[in-house]
């Protein structure tokens, strides 16, 4: 599966993003899909997971309550709602892809990522 990530950019903090992960290639319906980002000079993190059919949200603790993972099956498509950002969501971020029956939460766990969009949050 191909994936492209969209919708990243400048907010100020508690301001709202959504971005859009477009997929492409292998059946998007069949696959776990995650949000993970990464900011300058760290390691990409976790951020939320959702199965196969929509179900089963799960969420770092960091944007928990902050953020909603969502996929829509029709379109292809997978989304992350983020609300009340803060400077320190300032991030590389990106979607990812696997063909399993578990939501995982490991980056390793992940086969296929999207190019990745920047969100940039300022004070």
């Known amino acids: 599966v191909q994936l492209q990530a969209f919708g990243g950019g400048l907010v100020q903090a508690g301001g709202s993003l959504r971005l859009s992960c477009a997929a492409s290639?292998?059946?998007?319906?069949?696959?776990?899909m995650g949000w993970f980002r990464q900011a300058p000079g760290k390691e990409r993190e976790f951020l939320a997971a959702?199965?196969?059919?929509?179900?089963?949200?799960s969420y770092a603790e960091s944007v928990k309550g902050r953020f909603t993972i969502s996929r829509d099956n029709t379109k292809n498509t997978l989304y992350l709602q983020m609300n009340s950002l803060k400077p320190e969501d300032t991030a590389v971020y990106y979607c990812?892809?696997?063909?399993?029956?578990?939501?995982?939460?490991?980056?390793?766990?992940?086969?296929?990522w999207g190019q990745g969009t920047l969100v940039t949050v300022s004070s």
């Open positions: 990812a892809a696997a063909y399993t029956l578990r939501v995982l939460i490991n980056v390793r766990d992940y086969d296929y």
């Open positions: 290639g292998r059946t998007f319906s069949r696959a776990v």
């Open positions: 959702i199965n196969s059919s929509g179900g089963t949200p």
